[in-house]
């Protein structure tokens, strides 16, 4: 036994970073052929988890068991790494991304302040600043910070839009969004203070995109009544359809009115990589904020969102802060300190996750991947238009595409049915652990959507998920 058990020596370090390679590297060359949900059954399910709630022991036990204990648990689970989850908006995860994370994790320097460790502060700004600029189109003198996700960055986004525009007076402040907008942006005007009731649902037009003039008559309504309208949140990529808002008209709206213009496109804006992208994605270099989710697009493991700003001294004067006890801390002239930038302090380097792997694999890489989900979603697009039985909505703006069963007539009766039918096509599709697809509500109707964000997900697999939903499809009509 070794006397500081905390610190193994260098054989037992080999030793124990051989035994986790080895199991990711056999997890992860399996993807392709593990099942794309849980093969268990709820009850087992609901045991294995059990099991895991039992506290640590007093004693140490042995790593070999341990971690087949952790491929219990991981297999307990939607596979969201492979390349068959098409359902939500899937985050796959990088291999390279997870080496990164295991030198950072394990070199462990601070990163709430740059001038600890300035080389790594500058990484994670040089990740940033191509965030900004680079990828969403915003002028020198914009920034921002890395967060765990996209609720973390739009949250941020709506305190540093309040703390300019209303001050420290939040009465009457009001946000606009629509019904497609994500749940994260309520939530977030919520805990920065601002009522439930003056959180306005937008309508939207027929395309399912917020309306400019109904968002411009509404927030000049709101002001002839005494309220303070603040902030405008456009969707750039819905959770739910993959839609664009009309940026460039909202971009202008929310000049003329004098508004915050912040855009959540956490799914949406890393497809302004590609060609196709950035002309649909165009107004987004208006905005004065946008909350990107490396976790979604970027292929990075969850726990990696990313908050852009247009002015990063409304960013700090909404979050800055200090104590005495970090008097000794001088501040860096070039980089600034992401702990003054959001809520919190200590972190991680968390620009290292995304620094190699664009390092390494260079920009292209990525280009190329999101190009082909654009072309991979087309495709799904087109094929089940082609079904009969099958009732396809839009052209995908994004990676997402909705469909739901065909009523038999206008009714209502027969929407319903459809929509019960649509259900149990769901069921059957996903029964097939081959892909998983996901449901929402479109015009009040059961809808189901294909998402193809994995870096995983290529032509093979997309054939084949258009077979099961083919052939389901056309066994319910005929049974
Ligand atoms: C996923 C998503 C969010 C929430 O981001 P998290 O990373 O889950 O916190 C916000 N907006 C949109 C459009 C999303 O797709």
Not at 214 to 234: E, K, N, T, Y
Not at 424 to 452: A, F, K, M, P, W
Request: glycine share 8%; with cysteine; hydrophobic share 40%.
């Amino acid at each position: 036994m070794h006397r500081f058990p905390l610190e193994p020596d260098r054989a037992t370090m080999t030793e124990m970073g051989r035994l986790v390679l080895d199991r990711v590297i056999d997890r992860t060359d399996k993807l392709p052929t593990r099942p794309a949900t849980s093969s268990l059954s709820p009850r087992a399910e609901a045991e294995l988890a059990e099991s895991f709630l039992a506290p640590p022991p007093a004693r140490g036990g042995d790593l070999t068991a341990l971690l087949a204990r952790l491929d219990e648990a991981a297999d307990c689970a939607l596979e969201t790494a492979g390349p068959g989850h098409l359902a939500y908006i899937p985050g796959s995860g990088l291999y390279t991304a997870a080496l990164a994370e295991f030198y950072n994790r394990a070199v462990n320097r601070y990163g709430g302040l740059a001038s600890v460790a300035p080389a790594l502060a500058a990484l994670e700004e040089s990740v940033i600043r191509w965030m900004a600029r680079e990828v969403c189109g915003l002028p020198e003198g914009s920034g921002g910070l890395l967060t765990s996700g996209g609720s973390m960055a739009t949250f941020s986004a709506t305190v540093a839009a309040r703390h300019h525009r209303l001050g420290e007076d939040l009465a009457g402040g009001t946000v606009y969004t629509t019904a497609f907008a994500h749940h994260s942006v309520a939530k977030a005007a919520r805990l920065a203070g601002i009522r439930a009731t003056h959180i306005r649902t937008v309508p939207h037009t027929p395309d399912l995109r917020m309306d400019p003039q109904a968002a411009a008559a509404m927030i000049r309504a709101d002001r002839d009544a005494g309220l303070r309208p603040f902030l405008l949140v456009a969707t750039a990529g819905t959770t739910d359809t993959g839609t664009i808002d009309p940026l460039p008209q909202l971009a202008g709206l929310s000049r003329r009115e004098d508004v915050w213009f912040h855009i959540d496109a956490a799914y949406g804006g890393f497809f302004r990589l590609t060609a196709r992208g950035s002309e649909r994605l165009t107004g987004m270099e208006e905005a004065d904020s946008v909350t990107l989710d490396p976790h979604k697009t970027l292929f990075m493991p969850f726990g990696t969102g990313a908050l852009v700003v247009r002015d990063l001294a409304a960013l700090h004067a909404a979050h800055d802060g200090t104590g005495r006890y970090l008097q000794d801390m001088a501040s860096s002239a070039s980089v600034p300190d992401s702990g003054r930038l959001g809520p919190e302090l200590t972190h991680e380097i968390r620009g290292l996750r995304a620094w190699l792997p664009l390092h390494l694999h260079g920009v292209d890489a990525f280009r190329e991947a999101l190009d082909e989900k654009l072309d991979l979603a087309e495709h799904v697009h087109d094929t089940l238009s082609g079904v009969a039985e099958l009732e396809v909505l839009q052209r995908p703006d994004l990676s997402t595409v909705i469909f739901r069963v065909r009523p038999a007539n206008d009714s209502q009766a027969a929407a319903e049915r459809a929509d019960e039918a649509s259900r149990r096509l769901l069921e059957r599709i996903n029964g097939h652990q081959r892909i998983v697809l996901s449901s929402t509500v479109v015009d009040d109707r059961y809808t189901l959507r294909v998402c193809v964000v994995s870096h995983r997900t290529h032509h093979d697999r997309i054939t084949e998920a258009l077979k099961i939903i083919t052939a389901e499809a056309k066994r319910h009509t005929t049974t």
